[in-house]
């Protein structure tokens, strides 16, 4: 893997072309999408469903490959890896924040965000895992909710965890689906800052939403319709 | 991830589901725990059974006249000549290998003492008998060679015999009148306990002199010992000696080089063979319970462990979006089926254990479980969650992530 200098960009998509075969009908979810994504950046991409935004999305995590076209994160290129450089690659620079949360039952929060560092093949990272793990819960306002099992912790508080286990193994990217779309719109005002506090401290990170308020705290716009991207925009006083 | 982690998330999620975790082992458990009771009351009575054969001497032959053909008309067991002293001595002198002979003559005895009577074997036996018998006295003392030669009437009893004609009190100097002739009581065998459904502590032996003068009744054979008792020195191989007694008594007995033998040789090891051999065919029946109970319960396994992996969808899902890869994912289903059948496992051996002592201790039977068969069941169970949590797992970890976070 390599370290990604000031000038490359955290995700970089060229011609992105990406097409299911369905029985006889081939879809073209994805055709020919070109973008950079750099060091630091906050993105909301926005579409209508079937516009081919879950196929960006997916693909900028590094879950699947293009058809065409390449998609490089830090310069490395996800066409050419197999399914376990692509989970090592996810380990080590994505990470992912759910609507559903996706947090384990019956497991503490602190065990729920030691979970990417259990995955890590870095004996020193797992050595620490307590230690970071504790940290992030801290960074994001649990200090006192660690021994705390999801169904003990509100909604705002589980997405909490969730991103602060996105943020344990120190990637390079937050990739965020839908995060506020189980939230009350007090909490996703919290959840939204607590991303632009992250983004503000140098951390990147891409948010898919159909919400154009929820977009609004971004400070970039990609659009997409029908496989293409149709706007790429600053945001610029959280209008949209 | 390491085994250590495999084990904790396995541990977890089986607590989770704590109350299904239990009854998908349940096969597993009785499966495991009835081979255990039943390989327990087995070897158990094989071993009880070999113990008493070894009580009876495995390196002894015990030697009897058998049939003889006399003008084409086959005799009945022992219509041959009789065993004398003269075989004793021509297999003592005649043959290597022989640690003691002794002559053995059998019949049966009314006994009185005092007030009890008692009917027992009275067996007249020349004083080798302690040595091939291998049967010291507990009290007292074994005749001697001068005792016989005396013709003293004195009698070394067994343990039962001491206990029904003198309850408690103490057996030496007493008095046994044994089919009305006066017998002094010298000695009380040690107790050997049953062999063959035969109580061996029934019995009272007596010089084999004094024997045939009062208590065989008249024979036209003046030296008959009846049977002969060998043991075999050790180092000797049984089958050997035993061949070369039957050559000395076939020439001393003038066999015809192509006629069947005229007297027997029993030898107990062949008997020990048998049984092992039997017992061989038992444990083959009890493993082939054991693998269709094995197999049932290892179905049982698969089963639920594809329900979980269904139910787990999303988990596995995350976990690989998180960075796991196939062969964690693989690993952490398989560690589980393992653990599901080991665990079973262990139950179904601490409830065989358990159930087999009880019927041990309800009904008196010899219950043995060989350290070796409880390996056999765990390693077994072990076996099982590798074989049928294998397809499980690899569905697992061939699940594609996207679908798989996606799944409702």
Redesign the interface.
């Known amino acids: 893997m390599t370290t990604p200098s000031a000038g490359t960009p955290v995700v970089s998509a060229r011609d992105l072309v990406k097409t299911y075969q369905l029985g006889d009908f081939a879809v073209h979810a994805l055709r020919g999408v070109s973008f950079d994504i750099m060091p630091g950046e906050f993105v909301a991409i926005m579409g209508p469903s079937g516009s081919g935004k879950s196929t960006l999305m997916n693909m900028i995590g590094a879950l699947d490959t293009p058809t065409s076209g390449d998609l490089a994160i830090n310069g490395v290129s996800i066409g050419t890896l197999d399914s376990d450089s692509l989970a090592e690659l996810r380990n080590r620079t994505l990470g992912f924040v759910f609507q559903q949360f996706n947090l384990l039952a019956r497991t503490t929060a602190l065990d729920n965000v030691k979970l990417p560092l259990t995955y890590c093949r870095d004996p020193q990272k797992q050595a620490q895992a307590n230690d970071r793990a504790a940290a992030r819960l801290r960074e994001v306002g649990l200090a006192e909710r660690m021994d705390h099992v999801p169904s003990q912790l509100s909604g705002g508080q589980q997405q909490r965890v969730a991103i602060a286990r996105a943020l344990v193994n120190d990637p390079s990217l937050i990739l965020a689906d839908e995060p506020t779309g189980a939230l009350d719109s007090e909490t996703t005002v919290e959840i939204m800052n607590l991303f632009r506090r992250l983004t503000e401290q140098g951390m990147t990170v891409v948010l898919v939403t159909h919400e154009a308020d929820v977009a609004g705290y971004a400070r970039r716009l990609l659009r997409v319709r029908d496989g293409r991207l149709v706007e790429d925009r600053p945001i610029i006083g959280g209008a949209i | 991830?390491n085994v250590l982690?495999f084990l904790k998330t396995a541990l977890?999620a089986l607590r989770?589901n704590l109350m299904r975790s239990v009854l998908t082992t349940l096969g597993i458990i009785i499966g495991v725990g009835s081979v255990i009771v039943m390989s327990g009351i087995g070897s158990g009575a094989s071993k009880q059974i070999e113990d008493q054969i070894a009580s009876l001497g495995t390196n002894q032959l015990t030697i009897f006249p058998g049939a003889q053909n006399v003008g084409g008309r086959r005799g009945g067991f022992g219509s041959a000549p009789p065993m004398t002293e003269k075989d004793v001595r021509a297999i003592r002198e005649g043959v290597q290998g022989v640690a003691a002979v002794a002559g053995n003559l059998q019949g049966n005895a009314n006994l009185v003492a005092g007030n009890a009577n008692w009917v027992s074997r009275v067996n007249g036996v020349t004083d080798e008998i302690e040595q091939v018998r291998d049967w010291p006295v507990a009290e007292g003392r074994f005749f001697t060679a001068d005792d016989a030669a005396a013709g003293q009437k004195v009698a070394v009893i067994g343990s039962t015999v001491a206990r029904e004609l003198f309850g408690g009190a103490d057996p030496l100097g007493s008095t046994i009148r044994m089919n009305n002739a006066p017998f002094t009581v010298i000695g009380v065998l040690e107790t050997k306990g049953q062999a063959g459904g035969q109580d061996q502590d029934d019995i009272v032996m007596v010089p084999l002199s004094t024997a045939r003068s009062r208590l065989v009744g008249r024979t036209n054979v003046p030296d008959i010992v009846g049977q002969i008792l060998v043991k075999v020195e050790d180092g000797y191989n049984i089958d050997e000696v035993q061949a070369d007694i039957e050559k000395v008594l076939r020439e001393r007995r003038r066999v015809q080089p192509n006629a069947e033998n005229n007297f027997m040789i029993r030898n107990f090891a062949e008997f020990l063979e048998t049984r092992s051999a039997a017992s061989r065919t038992l444990g083959l029946l009890l493993a082939a319970t054991a693998a269709i109970s094995l197999v049932v319960g290892g179905i049982g396994i698969m089963n639920i462990m594809l329900v979980s992996v269904t139910e787990r969808t999303?988990?596995i899902?995350?976990?690989?979006?998180?960075?796991?890869?196939?062969?964690?994912i693989m690993g952490q289903f398989l560690t589980e089926a393992v653990l599901l059948c080991l665990v079973g496992g262990l139950i179904g051996l601490t409830l065989g254990v358990g159930v087999a002592f009880v019927l041990a201790a309800a009904f008196k039977w010899v219950v043995y479980i060989s350290p070796w068969a409880a390996l056999m069941a765990i390693g077994a169970s072990a076996f099982v969650g590798v074989v049928f949590g294998f397809v499980p797992a690899r569905r697992a970890s061939q699940l594609n992530?996207?679908d798989a976070?996606r799944y409702e």
């Open positions: 991830m982690e977890v989770l999303r988990e899902g995350l976990r690989m979006a998180i960075g796991a890869r196939g062969g964690d992530p996207i976070l």
